[in-house]
């Protein structure tokens, strides 16, 4: 503790944390409240001190928040027009899923940035670029606006809608400025993560071939140009996927395209679509998540298999198909909490001389014998 | 109270920076824009000028990425660099550097005016206003330290860094600001008093 009682004007003055006090950004502020009644031989003293304080502040120059956003906007604008000085540092290509760090920092500071990004710098789409035609419909909409990332950083978009985009480097998306009332429609080559929020109107993305359509959820499609496939995998929420008719893609064609061979995906689950024989299949995704983290025990003693598979099945939200008549007397034992979906399968059929296969977005279990 | 991001938080952004994500510029950008923008009016009163000079600054520094060196204290480098841009732009535009003078020798445009929101006696509003004068006749050098510290709030060292002097001469100075200060102020005081005292003598 310092010994305030010997502190003069200027000391009190020059103290940071009595600073703090008088301009309100104390955290002890019951300290000083109880050291002047305590000290009232100090009153004159502090009371000048306080005063002192109070006269050096200056007006601040309002900057609003419009003008904050502009700025910033033609700053990033203009520096990503500008090159960079020796930029020949080979960059790790980061897993493109955001580090969480990095993410958290910038939806804190970056929210208004990216909006106000959004809203203010899309460029007229150069029609002419070389997208294949049939990803544009012949019925070519008004002037869109184009982001390209070239970075090698994923770059987030917030839509009209405020919808978040996290778009892959190499990646470019084509969307309205603003969407209009009867569909929300996004046009993507490359890969991007999207954050739909949810709405009664449709969200579409156009890539690869392939129509990804939701109302609202978490999803990620993956459509670069120069793959054999065009996939999509889901986080949250449904998805439906289905094929763009190359001939006609009119709202009406595109709907009855979705009647007949669309897929739904749920969490977990993923499209496939090989371009070369155009097939559109269910799968899971390479890594599924845990879907509900808290409600789940990996931690088996005894257990019969069944109640293991039903176990798993909740909490990765995929269906698994097995005889549970004959699983009923395989008793596991083991305890599975760090492992990958696939691994934890492959752990389990061992255990019971069994396989395991995934198909159509399910897992189907062949297993052997306990008796 | 402004929302300022902390020393650690903005080091990271820094580090982001130096390693090519223009986001992580932008956002520090974003965090000190208005306090960089303050800071910038002291040295040139013109709004414009002082947006397109925040504007070059981040613009160099975006080109600079792969070369730039680590700071200790982003945010004193960002205020030292405002006030050596606009300095600098100032200086080219007057007849000022034929003159052979140098970074000592510029004006700072501060205005106090004091917070009176807790302010509720007369007498404390009277000596505030007398502070208030005392402080807008400080000299330059004194009334920049003294709008660092209780409008921007930093640290000696980072007044120091930002001023290019040493952190004792700062320290010296201010207390030489608020000596004065203290001395005007109970001079007006011991008047008020006397005044007080007569009006209470005539009473009886």
């Known amino acids: 503790m310092k010994n305030f009682e010997q502190y003069n004007v200027e000391d009190f003055v020059l103290n940071k944390d009595f600073q703090d006090w008088v301009q309100g950004n104390s955290p002890n502020g019951d300290f000083w409240l109880a050291f002047i009644q305590q000290h009232p031989e100090l009153s004159e003293t502090i009371g000048l001190a306080e005063q002192v304080i109070r006269a050096m502040q200056v007006q601040p120059r309002a900057v609003s928040d419009k003008i904050i956003r502009e700025d910033i906007n033609r700053f990033i604008n203009r520096a990503l027009a500008v090159s960079v000085e020796t930029d020949q540092r080979t960059h790790s290509l980061k897993s493109w899923w955001p580090s969480y760090q990095v993410a958290a920092v910038i939806s804190l500071l970056g929210l208004l940035l990216t909006t106000a990004w959004f809203y203010n710098s899309p460029k007229v789409a150069n029609l002419s670029s070389p997208l294949s035609s049939y ?26 809608d405020n919808s978040l985009v996290i778009l892959s480097p190499n990646s470019s998306l084509k969307y309205a400025p603003h969407f209009t009332t009867t569909e929300r429609r996004v046009y993507l080559t490359g890969e991007a993560q999207f ?21 609202g959820t978490s999803f990620v499609v993956r459509a670069y140009e120069q793959d054999a496939k065009a996939t999509v995998q889901v986080r949250s929420g449904r998805v439906s996927v289905y094929k763009m008719n190359p001939i006609s893609a009119s709202d009406d064609a595109l709907l009855s395209n979705l009647d007949e061979s669309a897929i739904i995906l749920t969490p977990n689950q993923m499209a496939v679509y090989e371009r070369a024989d155009s097939r559109l299949l269910k799968s899971i995704t390479a890594e599924p998540i845990v879907l509900q983290p808290e409600a789940i025990e990996f931690d088996f003693t005894e257990t019969p298999l069944p109640a293991v598979l039903r176990q798993l099945e909740r909490a990765y939200g995929i269906h698994f198909q097995f005889d549970e008549e004959a699983l009923q007397g395989c008793q596991i034992t083991a305890s599975l909490s760090n492992e990958t979906m696939y691994k934890k399968l492959t752990i389990l059929c061992k255990l019971v001389g069994g396989s395991y296969e995934v198909v159509d977005g399910q897992v189907i279990i062949h297993a052997g014998n306990c008796r | 109270m402004k929302q300022r991001i902390s020393p650690p938080q903005a080091q990271q952004l820094w580090q982001d920076y130096r390693t090519g994500d223009i986001y992580a510029l932008a956002n520090l950008m974003q965090a000190y824009y208005t306090d960089l923008y303050n800071w910038g009016l002291r040295f040139c009163n013109e709004s414009e000028i002082v947006r397109d000079c925040l504007q070059e600054l981040f613009l160099t520094l975006w080109q600079k990425q792969a070369t730039i060196d680590n700071v200790d204290d982003v945010a004193a480098y960002l205020f030292k660099t405002v006030k050596n841009h606009l300095l600098m732009e100032f200086r080219k535009k007057s007849f ?22 807790q302010v509720e006696e007369e007498h404390d509003v009277y000596r505030i ?75 009886f």
């Open chain 1, 135 to 160: 990803i544009l419909p012949s019925a070519s909409p008004a002037a869109l606006a184009e982001t390209v990332n070239s970075t090698n950083r994923p770059l987030r978009l917030v839509l009209s």
């Open chain 1, 195 to 215: 954050n739909v929020v949810k709405k009664t109107i449709p969200f579409k993305v156009y890539a690869g071939g392939l129509v990804t359509q939701v109302l």
């Open chain 2, 96 to 117: 000022l550097h034929t003159l052979g003078l140098t970074d000592e020798h510029y004006s700072l445009a501060v205005e106090f005016s004091a917070d009176f929101r």
């Open chain 2, 129 to 203: 206003r007398q502070l208030e004068q005392l402080l807008n006749q400080l000299p330059d050098r004194q009334r920049e330290i003294i709008y660092l510290r209780f409008y921007q709030n930093l640290e000696f060292d980072q007044i120091a860094e930002i001023m290019q002097i040493g952190k004792q001469p700062v320290y010296n100075l201010l207390h030489k600001a608020i000596k004065h200060l203290r001395e005007g102020a109970s001079t007006t005081l011991n008047w008020l008093l006397v005044g007080w005292g007569l009006c209470i003598s005539t009473l």
